[in-house]
């Protein structure tokens, strides 16, 4: 591996970017490592063989897809639908024991609605799989504000992989951001959730409580996430703040200082669109 290559692998690490994130233009990415647009050419390509990143002519380099080992892989960095993260996986999403019904909202909810207890709202539940075996159970709560698809509608959406946010999306509602709280549980072949897993002993799960407002800051969307064994890998990626991949040929500060100073004796103004005037005497 040359330098720039393991320069830029180093700057695509995971934490600074992510999958579809496009780089900087061929020259600002050359000037960034202090090596020629060659050079340059030949690290991309070595990068684009392994797929760490996508080259599309006309459009730029982006960065590509890395190989995950669960069938949910999340980081808690950036807000997107189950549906986008199993589709970079590879997995195949399937959906069983839908229930959708409109029933009293519930205090606590209620509460970050801002609406009473005794509001109904549509109530969604169901069993994700991923690869054919369950990976989640899954509740959602929508604000009756929001105008949900139809029944049958909603259930082909998850016979398709998708999810709630999916379908918000998808009407149009401005999503902003959401607050996450993530939670141990356990779970017994003797209470429901444990018989859709199909548990025959009690066994550690994690839940995902999540609370999506829209650009307003209003509350729109209340979820419960519960992932069996193997349903879900949790991380938390945190990195230093680089903007720029290290140079590879980096100016020494005496070269440095001395290449300013010439810089500043014969420097080059420019006028108007680009016309260049002499350099300065001085």
Do not use: K
């Amino acid at each position: 591996m040359d330098s720039a290559e393991e320069a830029l692998r180093n700057w695509l690490a995971p934490g600074r970017h992510r999958t579809g994130d496009r780089l900087p233009p061929e020259h600002d990415l050359a000037a960034m490592l202090g090596v020629s647009r060659g050079t340059l050419r030949t690290a991309l390509q070595r990068l684009e063989e392994t797929g760490e990143i996508v080259r599309r002519q006309g459009s730029g380099t982006f960065v590509g897809q890395v190989a995950t080992p669960t069938a949910f892989v999340e980081g808690l960095e950036r807000l997107e639908p189950y549906s986008m993260l199993a589709r970079r996986r590879g997995v195949q999403l399937g959906v069983r024991d839908v229930e959708i019904e409109r029933r009293p909202v519930g205090v606590d909810v209620g509460a970050l609605f801002g609406l009473p207890a005794e509001t109904e709202v549509a109530h969604v539940s169901r069993v994700v799989l991923a690869g054919g075996e369950p990976a989640a159970y899954m509740t959602d709560v929508v604000h009756p504000d929001i105008a949900l698809p139809a029944e049958a509608a909603l259930r082909r959406a998850f016979e398709r992989g998708e999810m709630i946010l999916d379908v918000l999306l998808a009407q149009g509602v401005p999503i902003a951001f959401a607050t996450t709280r993530v939670l141990p549980r356990l779970l017994t072949p003797r209470e429901r959730v444990g018989q859709l897993f199909g548990l025959r002993r009690t066994t550690a799960a994690l839940e995902l409580e999540e609370i999506i407002h829209v650009t307003s800051g209003e509350v729109v969307h209340h979820s419960r996430d519960l992932f069996g064994p193997g349903g879900m890998d949790l991380h938390v990626v945190r990195g230093l703040d680089v903007e720029r991949p290290a140079a590879v040929n980096p100016v020494a500060p005496e070269a440095g200082a001395a290449a300013g100073g010439a810089a500043r004796a014969g420097r080059v103004h420019r006028t108007g669109a680009g016309r260049r005037s002499a350099p300065s005497a001085g």
